[in-house]
């Protein structure tokens, strides 16, 4: 049989389709991470951190284009159930709130979605108590920016139905995956785990 050059052509772009699929950038060689996270608010009064909070923090920068609907992780999964029980258990006032899990692909800041958050606990019915945005990117290291709202009320008033103050906690920080990250607010906190996935 006599072969073409087009016969050629058309078997070199058969073999070179399955591996231009799986060329950089595309979801087949996206890493997959799982992100775990417990937020805790402190027993502190926001007066007595000696900081001088916004009066109008202003609302989460919402789009729901850029939410991300991502894969729960069922509590049995998860890697921080201890380190919550620890601060259910200290002596400091220090309350966990939310405590979640979750999978998905991490893309470059750009192109990443966010995850959204809210405790269970409400300042007024409808209204969390805290609730925000997480989203995780990466480029030379994984970054995490955090959007969290939370609710309270204003030190040195008496807490009335339906009246709190927002206090806002915006943040980007670098990290690293498995291990365990810290960061702090004087209202607030929050443990990061980030783990990669085969």
């Given at each position: 049989?006599?072969?073409?050059?087009?016969?050629?052509?058309?078997?070199?772009?058969?073999?070179?389709?399955?591996?231009?699929?799986?060329?950089?950038?595309?979801?087949?060689?996206?890493?997959?991470?799982?992100?775990?996270?417990?937020?805790?608010?402190?027993?502190?009064?926001?007066?007595?951190?000696?900081?001088?909070?916004?009066?109008?923090?202003?609302?989460?920068?919402?789009?729901?284009?850029?939410?991300?609907?991502?894969?729960?992780?069922?509590?049995?999964?998860?890697?921080?159930?201890?380190?919550?029980?620890?601060?259910?258990?200290?002596?400091?006032?220090?309350?966990?709130?939310?405590?979640?899990?979750?999978?998905?692909?991490?893309?470059?800041?750009?192109?990443?979605?966010?995850?959204?958050?809210?405790?269970?606990?409400?300042?007024?019915?409808?209204?969390?108590?805290?609730?925000?945005?997480?989203?995780?990117?990466?480029?030379?290291?994984?970054?995490?920016?955090?959007?969290?709202?939370?609710?309270?009320?204003?030190?040195g008033t008496v807490s009335l139905p339906g009246e709190?103050?927002?206090?806002?906690?915006?943040?980007?920080?670098?990290?690293?995956?498995?291990?365990?990250?810290?960061?702090?607010?004087?209202?607030?906190?929050?443990?990061?785990?980030?783990?990669?996935?085969?």
């Open positions: 049989m006599k072969i073409t050059q087009p016969f050629v052509a058309v078997l070199i772009w058969l073999l070179l389709v399955p591996q231009a699929y799986s060329a950089p950038g595309s979801p087949s060689s996206t890493p997959w991470y799982m992100i775990e996270l417990v937020l805790f608010t402190r027993n502190t009064s926001p007066g007595a951190s000696g900081e001088i909070w916004s009066k109008a923090p202003g609302e989460l920068d919402w789009d729901d284009q850029r939410r991300g609907d991502y894969d729960l992780v069922p509590a049995g999964s998860r890697q921080l159930g201890g380190a919550k029980q620890a601060l259910n258990n200290s002596p400091e006032g220090l309350t966990p709130v939310i405590h979640t899990a979750w999978r998905q692909p991490v893309y470059s800041r750009n192109s990443a979605r966010s995850f959204y958050l809210k405790s269970d606990r409400e300042i007024r019915p409808g209204i969390p108590l805290v609730e925000g945005m997480v989203k995780v990117s990466v480029g030379r290291y994984l970054h995490v920016d955090l959007d969290i709202l939370m609710r309270g009320t204003p030190a709190f103050q927002t206090f806002r906690f915006d943040e980007r920080r670098r990290m690293r995956s498995k291990e365990l990250h810290y960061i702090d607010h004087p209202l607030m906190g929050m443990l990061v785990l980030i783990t990669p996935l085969k």
